[in-house]
């Protein structure tokens, strides 16, 4: 982010003393300098103000101040995508599902206090992507965590839809957040198939029916 801030000295009626370059009467001289902006700058207007000296001929100081407002804005964004190692099979009870988190900040702030949960993984581990080591989620850069499941008897015959949340705080101490899921598809066993009177399901005749494993 670049602002330059021009700051203009207009109709200043008194002039350098004697053997100096002079600003004569009605005369404007102007005066140009920049000021590259700061992500502390960001949180609230910038103000910057200016005076100008010059002293007459009868050395009589003449001061003059002008100020200028300049509003800051910034976009400060993150993007949460979550992918699992089972995605394309079912799982069965005692399999374990190893899932990938990818958290981008898709803004043009840094952002802190940056965190992952899933309400169905107790530990969400980071793995890579704060290659200067600042701590930061930068612009553009995308921090990669971790996370595994087993699966027990009781999530089989429906999916296993989970759910995580990134957090994060911009500059300006506003949190924001994403989520994502993913979906695992799990098998369903059949212990016992009883057949409804009348259905000849396992082809043995209706009297002789039994449980089929």
Request: proline share 3%.
């Amino acid at each position: 982010m670049r602002i330059s801030i021009l700051f203009l000295m207009l109709n200043l009626l008194a002039s350098l003393s004697i053997g100096q370059e002079q600003l004569a009467p009605g005369d404007s001289w102007i005066y140009q300098a920049s000021y590259r902006v700061q992500e502390s700058d960001i949180c609230s207007c910038i103000v910057n103000n200016a005076i100008v000296n010059a002293s007459g001929p009868c050395s009589n100081v003449s001061n003059s101040s002008g100020g200028v407002i300049v509003e800051t804005i910034y976009e400060a964004g993150i993007d949460l995508d979550k992918i699992s190692d089972k995605s394309v099979e079912e799982v069965d009870a005692g399999d374990t599902i190893r899932y990938t988190y990818f958290l981008a900040n898709t803004g043009d702030v840094n952002l802190s206090n940056v965190s992952i949960e899933d309400d169905m993984i107790r530990y969400v581990s980071y793995l890579s992507g704060n290659d200067n080591g600042d701590d930061l989620l930068n612009p553009g850069e995308v921090w990669i965590y971790e996370g595994s499941y087993l699966v027990d008897e009781e999530d089989l015959c429906h999916s296993i839809v989970n759910y995580a949340i990134a957090r994060a705080m911009d500059p300006c101490k506003i949190n924001l957040s994403d989520n994502a899921t993913a979906e695992v598809e799990t098998v369903c066993p059949v212990d016992c198939i009883c057949c409804p009177e009348g259905e000849n399901r396992d082809l043995t005749n209706i009297g002789d029916q039994h449980a089929v494993a």
